[in-house]
């Protein structure tokens, strides 16, 4: 289950949503690593801490899980 929302937006959450966009691309769609991601966003000096860009890439993951679950549980109710 996702972790109730924060009152105070995480340095990723204030990005410009191209950045935001750009990191989930490169994590799900290429499957770069944190430390990958990270080293990127120095380059386009953009002022993430590695921690936040973890604890980001841990969301995108749990959400993307329960997406699959979902889609997994309409196929079965199709099905049936």
């Known amino acids: 289950m996702r972790k109730p929302l924060r009152h105070r937006p995480s340095s990723i959450d204030r990005l410009d949503p191209e950045i935001r966009r750009l990191i989930s691309d490169l994590r799900i769609e290429h499957g770069w690593t944190i430390d990958e991601i990270h080293t990127k966003l120095k380059e386009l000096q953009q002022p993430v801490s590695r921690s936040a860009l973890?604890?980001?890439?841990?969301?995108?993951?749990e959400i993307g899980a329960e997406l699959r679950h979902s889609?997994?549980?309409?196929k079965a109710l199709v099905e049936a």
């Not at 973890?54 to 993951?61: E, L, N």
């Not at 889609?71 to 309409?74: G, H, L, S, V």
Request: hydrophobic share 40%.
């Open 54 to 61: 973890a604890r980001h890439t841990k969301s995108i993951a």
């Open 71 to 74: 889609r997994e549980m309409a």
